[in-house]
């Protein structure tokens, strides 16, 4: 007896444990509308689901409402979707080792596509006319240059008849070696002038490119099912509709409450009679 007591207190806690569970597992309608479809009474559910709920927890099952029975006559799905669209534009950078547009263009796609941090996507298309090309970085270079002089008519071979340096394209050369010819009493020099000339050049290019286009983001994602119900006629109704007379089945109840008054008023003052009589008795 014992061992069965504690078997049915288990099993009632976990059904009390259960219910809850089971009840959080429930849809519940955002609006309730009824109304009249000839003769019969509808009762319309809205449900608002979004794409994480399961539409099978939809309650579909008979249910009772003020005294009439309703079933499911049909459920409707719409989906409510709506997207936010925008202008957008994204710049790509990218290095090329020459500027030359010609061996720039090839490295650049046609479109892009894109995602925002915002949430919006799209495809993006490259406008040409944005293209920069600049330099990354320079650095210089040096090299060798010479230029050659000739000085005629000198009265003697003597260097220091001639210049020891000369300007030359913006540089100084200075003199490097002198070739001597004779020409009668005079003397003709032929000089050779050395120098370094230095360049900057660029070390690399940075592009700039800009892709412009729509992109657009989903700001609603919901789907709205309409469950319809009908409502049936009660048993009550029903029979109220077959003509039988239902006030009976009011009379019988008030009838049997009077009849157990009267016996146990009658039995409770019999009672009290013998146990006054009791008392008497026993003085």
Not at 89 to 107: N, R, W
Request: glycine content about 6%.
């Amino acid at each position: 007896m014992k061992r069965t007591a504690v078997l049915c207190l288990a099993a009632l806690l976990a059904c009390s444990l259960a219910i809850p569970a089971m009840a959080a597992d429930i849809l519940y309608p955002v609006e309730v509308t009824e109304y009249m479809e000839g003769d019969s009474s509808r009762l319309k559910k809205i449900y608002v689901l979004t794409p994480a709920d399961d539409p099978s927890l939809i309650p579909t099952e008979d249910f009772d409402r003020e005294g009439q029975t309703y079933t499911l006559l049909d459920i409707t799905r719409q989906d409510q979707v709506e997207t936010d669209t925008r202008d957008y534009t994204e710049t790509v950078t990218l290095e090329s080792k020459t500027k030359d547009m010609d061996a720039i263009l090839p490295q650049l796609t046609a479109t892009l596509e894109v995602d925002t941090e915002e949430g919006y996507t799209g495809v993006l298309t490259l406008d040409t006319a944005s293209i920069q090309v600049e330099a990354a970085g320079y650095s210089t270079s040096t090299r060798a240059v010479t230029a050659a002089r000739t000085y005629p008519n000198l009265s003697d071979a003597d260097v220091s008849l001639i210049p020891k340096s000369i300007e030359d394209g913006g540089r100084t050369l200075e003199l490097a070696n002198v070739q001597w010819q004779e020409a009668g009493e005079f003397y003709t020099a032929n000089a050779t002038y050395t120098g370094t000339a230095s360049s900057k050049y660029a070390t690399g290019y940075t592009v700039t490119a800009e892709y412009s286009g729509e992109v657009s983001k989903t700001t609603n994602d919901t789907v709205t099912y309409a469950a319809v119900f009908s409502a049936n006629p009660t048993q009550m109704q029903t029979a109220a509709k077959s003509g039988m007379n239902w006030r009976w089945l009011l009379v019988l109840p008030a009838g049997a409450a009077a009849a157990g008054l009267f016996f146990g008023g009658k039995f409770l003052l019999k009672k009290h009679k013998s146990k006054k009589n009791w008392e008497e008795y026993t003085k």
